[in-house]
């Protein structure tokens, strides 16, 4: 196995797998859902779907989104046992040990779930609380005592947005919809 330093570093060379980000929508799921929770997502997904010696449909069992996690495992070249042997250096043919699961999930796929949240390890729980998904329907005040952007309670109404805004914002702008959140 690879340390995850030195795959992140290949990963990032490689034109395909630096490809995939979090969109809008991502990012709220995410938010609303917790890190815990999407932890042990991956954590179902890896231990069904690759852990197996012989997956079935072994590289095709990873929707390239609908979720997330699989967003990640794409980006990190952990979405079908071709790609762990190749990236990760974890043979094929056997099933994944628990320390292999666990370095995938927890030391790959979480980490680059980390970095696309704008998260510093230790600051999952915060990605958790969505307030803004929950909150009350008029404008909320930030610490400047100013107008903070309305409150967002309709997920469909974000990737609208996140798609009618599509290449509309200079990196770092912040997003119309959800506060805090930057462009690309």
Same mark, same amino acid.
């Given at each position: ?73 794409? #980006? ?21 040990? #628990? ?18 949240? @704008? ?8 990605? @958790? ?9 008029? +404008? ?7 107008? #903070?952007?309305? #409150? ?8 609208? /947005? ?8 200079? +990196?770092? /702008? ?8 930057? @462009?690309?």
């Amino acid at each position: 196995m690879r340390n995850k330093e030195n795959i992140f570093d290949a990963l990032s060379r490689s034109p395909f797998r630096s490809r995939f980000h979090l969109d809008e929508a991502d990012v709220l799921y995410v938010r609303t859902k917790g890190m815990e929770t999407i932890r042990r997502h991956a954590r179902d997904f890896v231990s069904r779907k690759l852990a197996p010696a012989s997956p079935p449909n072994d590289g095709r069992q990873t929707p390239m989104r609908g979720h997330p996690v699989f967003k990640a495992q794409h #980006a990190c070249a952990c979405c079908c046992r071709d790609c762990l042997a190749k990236w990760h250096r974890i043979p094929k043919g056997r099933e994944l040990s #628990a320390e292999e699961i666990d370095h995938i999930v927890d030391g790959i796929l979480m980490e680059w779930l980390r970095k696309e949240m @704008g998260l510093r390890a230790g600051e999952e729980e915060a990605a @958790g609380q969505c307030a803004a998904i929950e909150g009350a329907s008029s +404008p909320t005040r930030n610490d400047a005592g100013k107008d #903070a952007a309305p #409150a967002v309670k309709d997920p469909a109404a974000v990737r609208r /947005a996140g798609r009618a805004a599509k290449g509309s914002r200079s +990196p770092g /702008a912040v997003h119309p919809l959800l506060p805090g959140l930057k @462009g690309r």
